[in-house]
C-alpha cells in the first residue's frame, strides 16, 4: 500500500512543479524577436605598396588606430633625389618654354637687322668691284686685268649676295618666332617630366603605411630593418567602425523582417547598456544551423542569415563577444 502512495505523491508533486515553471518562466513576447550571435572580425592585412627597408614602426599590438593614421614609414630618400634632379629638368624645360613662346629679344632683332645691312653693303660693294674689273678688262682686252681677276671678283659677289641673303632670311625667323610644333614639342617634354615628378611624388607618399579605417592592431609582423613588399603584411588589423554581429533567423520569423530594422544588442556583461544597430543584410538562400551559434530550434534546421550594422565609437562590445540582439517585430 506504501509503494502506489509514494507514486501518486511523486506525480502530484511533478504536476504542481510543471504547473509553476509554466506560470514563472518568462513568455515570449510574439511581437518581438530574441536572437543569438557574436561579434564579427573582420581582419585585414596591411602591406606597403611599394618595396623598401622599414625605417620606423610607429604602432605596437593592441593599438587602437584611427583612419589616417601614419603606422610604418619606408626609406624613401632616393625617391627624394630623384624627385630633385626632376624638379630642376622642370625648371629648365618651362624656362626653355618661356624662351619660344616671347620670341627673340628686341636686341637680337636689332643686331640682326644690322647684321643685314652690313651684308647687303658688301653685296653691292662686290657688285661695283665685279661690274668695273668687267669693264677694264673689255675695255683692255685682258691686259690690264686678267681674266682670273674677273672670276675673282665674280665668286666674291656671289658670296657676298649669299651672305645677304642668309642675313635676310635670319631676321625673318626671328621675326616669325618660334614654330608651332617646336612649341608643342617643348610643352609635351615638360608634361613628360612633371608626371614623372607626380610618379616619383605618389611612390614617396606610399612610403608611409596608412590604415584605412578604424581598427585595431592584432599582430605586428614586420620589424625596422626589415624588406618591406606588397606581398609582406606589415601588420594584421580587425576593423572596429563599424562593426558588425552575424545571427541567423528561421524561417517562420523570416517573413516579420526586412532589412533597415532598428535592433537592440546587448551583452551579458552590460545587459542594461544596449546598444542600437540595424539590419544591414538578409541571405537569401538557407543553410543549415552553425553549431557555433545558440537557439532553441534543431541544429538540422535551416536558417537564414543576417547581418547587424552597430557604431561602437567606445569600444563597448569586443570583437568576437557574445550577444543577445532583440528585434522589434511591429516596426
Known sequence: MKKPLIIIVLLAAALIGYLLYQQTRPQQDPDQLTLYGNVDVRQVSLSFEGSGRITQM?????????????????????LELQAQEVTARIEAAQQGLLKLQNGARP????????QLTAAKTQAQQSSRDYQRLQDIFKASKGTSVS??????????????EAQANQSQQALELLLAGARAEDIAAAEAQLQVLQANLQLLQLQIQRGQLIAPAD????????EVGDMASPSRPVFTLALTNPKWIRVYVNETRLGRIHEGMKASISSDSQPDKPITGSLSY????????????QTEELRTSLVYEVRIRFDDPQGQLKLGQPVTVNIALNQ
Not at 610607429?58 to 632616393?78: I, K, M, S
Not at 636686341?107 to 644690322?114: L, M, T
Request: glycine share 4%; charged share 20%.
Open 282 to 293: 538578409i541571405s537569401s538562400s538557407a543553410e543549415f544551423t552553425p553549431k557555433a551559434i
Open 215 to 222: 581598427a585595431n592592431i592584432r599582430s605586428r609582423l614586420l
Open 58 to 78: 610607429l604602432a605596437e599590438e593592441g593599438d587602437q588606430l584611427h583612419q589616417g593614421d601614419v603606422v610604418a614609414v619606408l626609406d624613401t630618400q632616393p
Open 147 to 160: 681674266q682670273s681677276d674677273v672670276d675673282k671678283a665674280h665668286s666674291a659677289l656671289l658670296i657676298a
Open 107 to 114: 636686341q637680337e632683332i636689332a643686331q640682326a637687322r644690322s
